[in-house]
């Protein structure tokens, strides 16, 4: 899994959207698209390069109700899986 | 929009803007039939192709073919599709790349055909090994993630490590490493291209050594030669599931090589609204979903693993295209495989020139 100081940011070819066919948001990459629902959205959208993945969480308990960094760690964690971000730290 | 119940919208086109390009390749998958200039759509069709398929859905947009530099108005259509929102991706030889041919594009897929030029050029039929180290070039430069695709056979297979530093040498973020699969060209070739059991073995062994040294710094895609596997490739991740391919003159199919399948009703962009085609042309529902499917498939658990493979495969091997792909151990078929691959190789020969 990754660290709770990880900082992840989308890689390089990688773009976000929204899709209004499906009324999702959705990441663009060179292998496919991901459909994401409303958490897994507001995680991709945090990841710039300058927050880590406990700073995501904390963001994110703003919005929505019982964020764990535990669960934003495992996103993240498929998301590096996927080439769809990468990691420093 | 009057959805087929079943069938979800499709997330990628495949748009064959032309069958005319400089190389040939012997293993080119491109159909036989090769589409002439003079019926590929023109620039305004293709705009409304992307149009009707990013409403249906579709937000990768492969621009392929033959070659698509080939098309004059390339630009045009890839301002066209980025503007939609979609994400757009150069499928290319590489003969003819610009900087300036790179705007508006989100990825570049270059094929290379093997480790060094003259290999390259006897399997290409031209000179285009220095052409492809310059588009490598341009791509890295204007910062775009390249993907080098490599068709694997007889005469290549011996030099995937060779294959694997030249990819590293063009700062490649991707290497598919693709075993040729038996359409078009391909299969009019197919004795010259397919490779021994040894050559495969020593290959593989060469991937997966790159692949985990390579790890952080290259991803490394391997597809294996199904001739020489116990069953199917999921081919397209199911007929009419996911990807439509419109070929240069404006017929759509459920995969570029499925022209071939007679009857099957193929329709075109020119008579009918892309949507209907996808949710309810005899050609997408044919073999949608499971229904289609006989035994052995049938009652199969891997049947929703690999769909019962290649529909094209099926009707090239056994004249039916709903039969179970003859690739799997447990077709009754399978023995047309073995037989082919006892054969002995022959010489390589070239796909043809269309203007
Ligand atoms: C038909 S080509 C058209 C685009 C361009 N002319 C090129 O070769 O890159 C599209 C992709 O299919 C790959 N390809 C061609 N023939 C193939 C085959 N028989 N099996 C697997 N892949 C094949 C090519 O390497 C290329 O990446
Ligand atoms: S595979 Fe070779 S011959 Fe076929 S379209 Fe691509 S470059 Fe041309
Ligand atoms: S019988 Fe059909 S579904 Fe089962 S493994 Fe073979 S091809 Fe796949």
Redesign the pocket.
Known sequence: MTGFDAVPRLRRGVKAAFDETRDSHVVLFPEGVLVLNETAAAVVSLCDGRTSVEGIALKLAERFDGVEADDVAELVARLVARRVVDVDG | MGEAPGADAPFGLLA?LTHR?P?R?G????PVDLVGRGDELDTATWCSVFDQARALGVLQVHL?????LARKDLPELVGHAAGLGCYVNL????LGLTPERLAGIDHV???VQDADEAGANRIAGVKAFGAKLRAAEVVREAGLPLTV???LHRLNLDHVGGIVALAERMGADRL?L?????????LRNRAALLPTEEQLARAGEVVADAQARLAQVMEIVY?IADYHEAHPKPCMHGWGARQLTVAPNGDVLPC?AAGVIEGLGVENVRDRPLADIWYSSPAFTAFRGYEWMREPCRSCARREVDFGGCRCQAFQLTGDAAATDPVCTLSPHRGVVDAILAGGPTEVGHRAVVR
């Open positions: 064959e390009c190389l390749c293993y080119c998958s491109n392929s073919g033959g070659e698509p499928v290319t030889s590489g897929q270059l094929s695709n490599v068709v598919e693709a075993n040729t699969q038996y359409y078009g060209w391909a597809v570029p």
